[in-house]
């Protein structure tokens, strides 16, 4: 088995992008991100990859897309206020069908915000970031290991589907440092019939291109991609269920707000509160099938959360609003403690427990 | 019989959709041109900009790629580090190069990116409607500057090709017009220049061509061609501003 090595999220997801076959890497400095830009910078010129610090986030995103014309793998990074500035460009990355990695370590928002940990940018991952139909392959790690894990995924999904692929962490996750095995190298070669490399005039030319003037041929394109959203929603969604067995209350959680959401779990169980939770793994695709399941059985939800309450809509959806989910939040950079956690739980279990 | 003239190898056969006596086709056989003659097309990737040019994808016959508004010099920085054995150009208006892609621009000079860029300078926003532009003329009426360009509140136009001959990074900048038999000859060296510098290795190699939009300037095509050479060219002479290499052979 691979060696366990001590690394923080950040580092992890940017040696994990590497050994995915990811030579190339732009990015512009914002905490509390910035250890992957640092890591590409010293790695990436001792293997022949390309490390480029851009003019802003907005140029970042470009040449993201400039390289992903190409088929090779490329990634950027950043945190909340920079990834709306990429959200133009991560809308041409999807009206254009290129395959890319954004890695947004989440900060506390609106504006400016702050630089301590948030999940605040659910709804702009989820419900499509920028103009345009469309959607991103989001998956929201819950733990270093995940985060490298997640990057090799995430470029394998966005390749096989041409859909551009996010990791939605937060501060938390990106700062704190626990051991992980990381996937064996790979070596990328990429075989992307429609990119551009070249005519070598042996072709007709391949074009990048997110422009259709026709309304008829526009509409078939978004037919034509959400074809393919179908197809992700129904052979991706990941999920993880904990101490689902016998719950009558489901506690919803991604990221950071699912390990916090454990220990007020098992805090709940010692009193003899039947509480699980169904952990989110992927984001988009939306992991439904479980919840739906959930709501039969299940007599409350608790949505746990680091922003105001936005996965809690998905959960209602999936629920079909069968079962009351109310919310568990702390918002502007601030954690919810297993505490409040467990005092929601305990809420949600009323008289009968 | 001899063939005296025939459309480069590098346009593709798509009726262009310019229009009457706008000079964006003349910029196109020219980079066409340039491109045949050197040989590069099985290898040339081309970006094309938001603007009037926006459709250049469907002209040229090198693999292509379409920018958004004013990104061209990043999109083209990311296909030329992921291919450097391929020669990367972008073609681009005044106001996706000069307004909306400022930044974008100086930063690829200033690292000296290896990638050739065409400016097309008409003075005005073409694509929109006849919008004012970074270039337009002090009291030039456009659609946004009805009473003419006011620079007590607008400022004043950017010329581009010597705001970037101040920087240390870029190899080359020329500014060239395409009204005349002359001047047309003159930038087809300049382009061909900017392609050959990058074969070099030599680095970013900007011709600024200064063009005409008769629709949006409510001139006749004739009119148009007098406009730039009474006009724009005192306003933009015409030279070269940079080339690194040449000076260093003189020295």
Redesign the interface.
């Known amino acids: 088995m691979a060696e366990k090595v001590l690394m923080k999220g950040n580092e992890a997801i940017a040696e994990a992008a590497i050994r995915a076959g990811c030579m190339h890497y732009f990015g512009y400095p914002i905490t509390p991100q910035t250890e992957i830009a640092a890591y590409m910078a010293k790695r990436m010129p001792k293997i022949g990859g390309v490390f480029l610090q851009a003019e802003s986030e907005i140029a970042a995103i470009n040449m993201v897309y400039g390289v992903a014309g190409t088929g090779f793998r490329v990634m950027t990074s950043s945190s909340s206020p920079g990834i709306s500035l990429k959200g133009e460009g991560i809308s041409y990355l999807a009206g254009a069908d290129l395959p890319a990695l954004i890695v947004n370590v989440q900060r506390g928002g609106p504006g400016l915000g702050g630089i301590q940990p948030s999940q605040s940018d659910y709804f702009q991952a989820t419900r499509g970031l920028g103009h345009g139909d469309f959607h991103l392959i989001v998956m929201a790690p819950a733990s270093v290991q995940e985060m490298a894990d997640m990057t090799a995924k995430c470029f394998d999904l966005s390749d096989k589907y041409r859909v551009p692929a996010m990791i939605l962490a937060d501060g938390t996750l990106g700062q704190m440092m626990e051991p992980v095995v990381l996937p064996e190298p790979t070596e990328y070669k990429p075989d992307k019939p429609w990119a551009v490399t070249g005519t070598n005039c042996e072709r007709k030319h391949n074009i990048i291109n997110s422009l259709y003037l026709k309304p008829e041929e526009l509409e078939k394109t978004n037919f034509e991609r959400f074809e393919r959203y179908k197809a992700i929603e129904e052979n991706e969604p990941l999920w993880e269920e904990f101490m689902m067995d016998d719950a009558e209350i489901c506690v919803a959680a991604f990221g950071i707000a699912a390990r916090v959401s454990k220990n007020a779990i098992m805090a709940a169980r010692e009193k003899g509160i039947k509480v699980g939770m169904i952990r989110p793994i992927t984001l988009w695709p939306f992991p439904k099938k479980p919840f739906k399941a959930a709501a039969d059985k299940c007599k409350a939800f608790i949505s746990v959360e680091l922003s105001m309450g936005q996965m809690i809509e998905d959960v209602q959806l999936a629920t079909e609003c069968k079962v009351p989910v109310t919310l568990c939040n702390r918002a502007g950079g601030m954690i919810p403690s297993p505490e409040e956690v467990l005092e929601a739980i305990e809420r949600a279990a009323g008289g009968n427990k | 019989m001899a063939v005296v003239f025939q459309k480069p190898k590098a346009l593709?056969d798509a009726p262009l959709h310019y229009c009457p006596g706008c000079t964006h086709g003349i910029i196109h056989r020219l980079v066409a041109e340039a491109i045949d003659e050197l040989g590069i097309?099985?290898?040339?990737?081309g970006?094309a900009p938001v603007g009037c040019s926006?459709?250049a994808?469907?002209y040229?016959?090198?693999?292509?790629?379409?920018?958004?508004h004013g990104?061209a010099p990043?999109?083209?920085?990311?296909?030329?580090?992921?291919?450097p054995e391929?020669i990367i150009f972008t073609y681009q208006g005044d106001g996706d190069l000069a307004s909306i892609g400022m930044?974008?621009t100086?930063?690829a000079a200033t690292r000296n990116e290896n990638i050739t860029v065409i400016f097309v300078n008409n003075a005005i926003y073409g694509m929109t409607g006849g919008q004012m532009a970074p270039t337009s003329l002090p009291g030039q009426v456009t659609q946004t500057s009805p009473y003419g360009r006011d620079t007590a509140t607008v400022g004043f136009p950017i010329r581009v090709s010597e705001m970037l001959s101040t920087l240390d990074g870029p190899e080359f900048i020329q500014r060239v017009a395409v009204n005349n038999v002359k001047n047309i000859n003159a930038a087809k060296k300049a382009i061909k220049k900017a392609f050959q510098n990058q074969v070099e290795g030599k680095g970013f190699s900007l011709v600024e061509v200064v063009s005409t939009c008769p629709t949006n300037w409510g001139l006749t095509p004739q009119k148009a061609l007098e406009w730039v050479e009474e006009k724009m060219i005192p306003y933009y002479p015409l030279g070269v501003y940079k080339d690194r290499s040449a000076n260093k052979e003189e020295k």
């Not at chain 2, 097309?41 to 990737?45: A, L």
């Not at chain 2, 990043?74 to 291919?83: E, I, N, Y």
């Open positions: 593709t097309e099985g290898k040339t990737v970006v926006v459709m994808y469907d040229f016959a090198c693999d292509m790629v379409e920018a958004a990104r990043a999109v083209a920085t990311g296909l030329k580090r992921a291919l391929n930044a974008e100086v930063h």
